[in-house]
T-cell receptor, first 113, second 115 residues
Framework: GNSVTQMEGPVTLSEEAFLTINCTYTATGYPSLFWYVQYPGEGLQLLLKATKADDKGSNKGFEATYRKETTSFHLEKGSVQVSDSAVYFC????????????FGQGTRLTINP | ETGVTQTPRHLVMGMTNKKSLKCEQHLGHNAMYWYKQSAKKPLELMFV???????ENNSVPSRFSPECPNSSHLFLHLHTLQPEDSALYLCASSLAGTSGNQPQHFGDGTRLSIL
């Protein structure tokens, strides 16, 4: 079956540091890939997505490239801010009808000033 | 404003109580979902509704009973819950696409505590 594996957290960085959160997946066919972010006390928000190989999703300075050859979708940001502190989830979906998302376990990110 | 509204935001109940969680979406979506989020565990998909029809039940105990009267509303009826059911319950909605590329939009969740 489909699965998503994220790097273990928590991750702690200083402001303006470079961020990478690794995500790899196992799937049949050609899934769509997503990054969601969850701020304290809130639900999940879509951060970015990519629907086919070599697509790059980007939003709020975050980027991720759909790499089919390495089955990866790593999240990157060049200069993080304190406001980026949150839990980040990698997810995939595929197939028709309702979108059945498979999530990774989440990575908690803390940015110190 | 996320477009998906969940009520109540917090709920404390005893194991013998009966309560319901409500979810409403204003995005024109036709698929709705219930997830359970527990500490230190991945998000667990509980139920999926596609055009008001239940299409997924992920081996959820019968003490959780979903209801989807129309494409905009989703309920989760709770009865005789156990302490391990304490968690954040998230509702989401999406368009029902043909290639899996439609993102889900989440509410802020109901924090449920079982005494």
């Amino acid at each position: 079956g489909n699965s998503v594996t994220q790097m273990e957290g928590p991750v702690t960085l200083s402001e303006e540091a470079f961020l990478t959160i690794n995500c790899t997946y196992t799937a049949t066919g050609y899934p769509s890939l997503f990054w969601y972010v969850q701020y304290p006390g809130e639900g999940l928000q879509l951060l970015l997505k990519a629907t086919k190989a070599d697509d790059k999703g980007s939003n709020k300075g975050f980027e991720a490239t759909y790499r089919k050859e390495t089955t990866s979708f790593h999240l990157e940001k060049g200069s993080v801010q304190v406001s980026d502190s949150a839990v980040y989830f990698c997810a995939l979906s595929g197939g028709q009808g309702a979108q059945k998302l498979v999530f990774g376990q989440g990575t908690r990110l803390t940015i110190n000033p | 404003e996320t477009g998906v509204t969940q009520t109540p935001r917090h709920l404390v109940m005893g194991m013998t109580n009966k309560k319901s969680l409500k979810c409403e979406q204003h995005l024109g979506h036709n698929a709705m979902y219930w997830y359970k989020q527990s500490a230190k565990k991945p998000l667990e998909l509980m139920f999926v509704y596609n055009f008001k029809e239940q299409t997924e039940n992920n081996s959820v105990p019968s003490r959780f009973s979903p209801e989807c009267p129309n494409s905009s509303h989703l309920f989760l009826h709770l009865h005789t819950l156990q302490p391990e059911d304490s968690a954040l319950y998230l509702c989401a909605s999406s368009l029902a696409g043909t290639s899996g590329n439609q993102p889900q939009h989440f509410g802020d969740g109901t924090r449920l505590s079982i005494l």
